[in-house]
């Protein structure tokens, strides 16, 4: 049974209500913020909802910025400025401020993990010294007269010390979604139709390797016939064979921020987490909420059918669906790769590579 609350908020004097209430506002607008539950009518960074999730029913909130967001926080921190202002500049002042404000807790880990993979990792480890200082508490109201741009500059103090990390370690969940990034290239050179290849990438998965959903929709989006076609993958036909896998790669860790935001979801129900994903890229934002649609839609929350329709004939999603469910149904509990005397992740990453270099463009 349902039951109505009402609830008396009174905050501090000096708290900035009204200034925390217009950049839960912005950021909502902006779209960049995926949360990862079905928020309350207001919105789930409206003010209200905020406190009532935490004080009232004992929800923390973990947000998972992208490296462009993390790498901004770091960079003004460094800098004192706020610099130019660009799309995921202007997520990154908005939402330190608003994490600052309400006491959400950001987890930077994949962003620095990406960066050691790019770069090295040192350049990791000193971005990420430069991020500990930004998230430093205490600073809650300069954050936000930047983000309102009531002040051009920052202080934020003396940088932290250097954590010993080695951020350079193979992470096996962007090791198994490179390996499907570079299946995707694989059918995208062939001559199949879009809904060809996507029931072929399914069935591989479900066959060959591992029913991936993240990677599945991911896909979805790139071969979706119904919008502009989406460069989720660069390099695929450059005549400089070696970019196509540097394609393959940048998309593999726009897949692991999806499928580490839909596994984090999962987990943090136990444990009453609230996991928001926070991305400057519009099109991760607009995959990322259809990874939390079922076979049966919810109230404010469409089914995975609903949601695909946008991108799909109405025909082939009901297809696709049926075939996803069964696939889902089918991996459930089932154990793959015993016999293996070779990391498979590692035979289809050796094997696609080659096939790759050698492609025609």
Known sequence: MEEDAEFLFRFDPDFPTADVIEIGRRLTESKAL???WIGPEVGAFDIRAVVVAEHFDGWSTILLPDRNIISRMARIAREGELGTRDHPTNIAVLLMAFAQAVNFNIEPGLAF?????RENNQSALNELRWFRTADTGGHAREWIDLALGHKTSIATGEILAEEALDLTAPIRRWRCNYVVAMKIVELELGPSKPADKL???LDWMNEDFLLASPALIFAARYWAPNLPRARLIKHVKAPDRSRVLKGARNA??????????IRRVSDG????????????DRLLAEIAPILLSGREG????????????RWWPAKFTSRFCDAFFEAAEQAAGRS??????????DRFTMQFEQDLLASKP
């Open 34 to 36: 995926i949360p990862g």
């Open 113 to 117: 993990h990406e960066l050691a993979q």
């Open 199 to 201: 029931m072929a990438l």
């Open 252 to 261: 593999a860790w726009d897949i692991t921020y999806l499928s580490e935001f």
């Open 269 to 280: 129900v136990a444990k009453k987490e609230q996991i928001v994903l926070a991305t400057g």
């Open 298 to 309: 919810e109230e404010r929350h469409p089914s995975l059918e609903e949601s695909l329709s």
């Open 336 to 345: 793959r790769w015993e016999n293996e005397t070779q990391d498979p992740v």
